[in-house]
């Protein structure tokens, strides 16, 4: 058997399931791990008990030939290995305090390429308010960046994917499928199937169906696109503020996808299924409109393929509509919390569709380790 006939999550319980047993009774587990702190193994990020505080911590490495289209600059690609794992230390509700990133750069790497790289990794430490401590380098084939970033929440308001109950909410942060939208752009340029094939497809559409103001704003669509997929955020105030409020019973990030996270959600509270509604999945109009010039379909871009670094939370059903408010007040209608379903008992994920069918979905998304990967 191949790791890739188990897939990059499978293969993370394996590694924890083994790690328990030869970890059972170490000095550093009796002293900084309390009960959270190793359930935390497998949530975003780790957390190690400080006292009123958890000490939280996350690792991410990122390849050139899995994570870095072609397209994007060096000083993209800096941001990003910052961003993804901010985004997993939002997703705890704990704010950041330092980055560390070890760096495996071909030898040939231009100087230039190396200082635009950089630049972007200070810039993004800057934008999410902490700074750059330390890290290594050492020579590789294709560019690595191996990231860990270090934040720190009060143990009343951290975030973990473990919580929920029948009958909580299941909302994100913002609209979905801009990024997945974003990233099939550049694969169709890079298919050469490409750029001119879609503007060719664009105007037979806009002279049928759109006015001039919808090619306009069609155009606007498919840059916002782009910019979601080479320059992330993360929801690093958002994941701050939401852990504050109390109102949360489990949060996570949206990176492989929405249902893979709905997934992870599942499987960290056995027995708890999850009933979605496909009218109320957060899409921009334009979408629609690109996913058709695209040939996909704009549901599925905003289900499977990830990337949006939108926070997924569950809530306590009475308090949904108080937290919204708070959220839309802190962020001045910038960010608005979307119901999208209802945590239930079903043990599945459940979708009711635009004609009031309910759907059996499976928990799919994007995976490293296997073979279609």
């Given at each position: ?13 394996r ?16 002293t ?11 949530d975003d ?7 009123e505080?958890y ?12 994570h ?16 993804v ?47 750059l ?73 806009s ?85 058709d ?43 608005i ?6 945590a239930?008992s ?28």
């Amino acid at each position: 058997m191949k790791i890739s006939d188990l897939g990059e999550k499978e293969l993370i319980k394996r590694l924890l399931k083994r790690s328990q047993k030869f970890q059972s009774h170490p000095l550093f587990l009796n002293t900084f791990l309390d009960d959270k702190s190793f359930k935390s193994r497998s949530d975003d990020a780790a957390l190690i008990d400080l006292g009123e505080n958890y000490l939280v911590a996350t690792s991410d490495m990122l390849m050139q030939s899995s994570h870095f289209p072609p397209q994007m600059t060096a000083h993209q690609i800096g941001k990003k290995v910052v961003t993804v794992n901010v985004s997993d230390i939002a997703a705890m509700g704990a704010d950041t305090i330092g980055m560390i990133i070890s760096m495996g750069l071909p030898s040939s790497m231009p100087l230039d390429y190396f200082d635009q790289m950089v630049e972007g990794i200070l810039e993004a430490c800057k934008d999410y308010g902490m700074v750059l401590i330390g890290g290594d380098t050492n020579e590789s084939s294709e560019l690595t960046l191996c990231g860990t970033c270090i934040g720190m929440v009060a143990k009343e308001n951290v975030l973990m994917k473990e919580g929920i109950k029948p009958g909580d909410v299941v909302a994100v942060t913002g609209e979905l499928g801009l990024a997945a939208a974003g990233f099939e752009l550049l694969i169709q340029e890079l298919e050469g199937s490409d750029e001119n094939s879609f503007d060719e497809d664009f105007e037979e559409n806009s002279e049928e169906d759109f006015n001039s103001n919808d090619n306009n704003s069609l155009d606007v669509f498919k840059d916002t696109a782009l910019k979601h997929a080479l320059e992330p955020h993360a929801r690093l105030e958002e994941g701050v503020l939401l852990g504050k409020t109390g109102y949360l019973t489990s949060a996570t990030d949206i990176t492989d996808g929405l249902l893979s996270e709905v997934g992870e959600l599942m499987d960290a509270n056995p027995g708890i299924g999850m009933k979605l509604h496909q009218s109320r999945i957060p899409m921009d109009p334009e979408l629609f409109k690109l996913a058709d010039a695209l040939g996909k379909d704009p549901l599925e871009l905003a289900l499977s393929y990830g990337e949006d670094f939108e926070l997924l939370l569950t809530v306590k059903k009475e308090r949904f509509h108080e937290l919204k408010k708070v959220v839309n007040e802190a962020f001045e209608g910038k960010v608005i919390l979307h119901e999208i379903g209802m945590a239930d008992s079903s043990g599945r994920i459940s979708m009711i569709d635009k004609d009031k069918k309910t759907k059996i979905l499976t928990a799919r998304g994007y995976q490293h380790l296997t073979d279609s990967s």
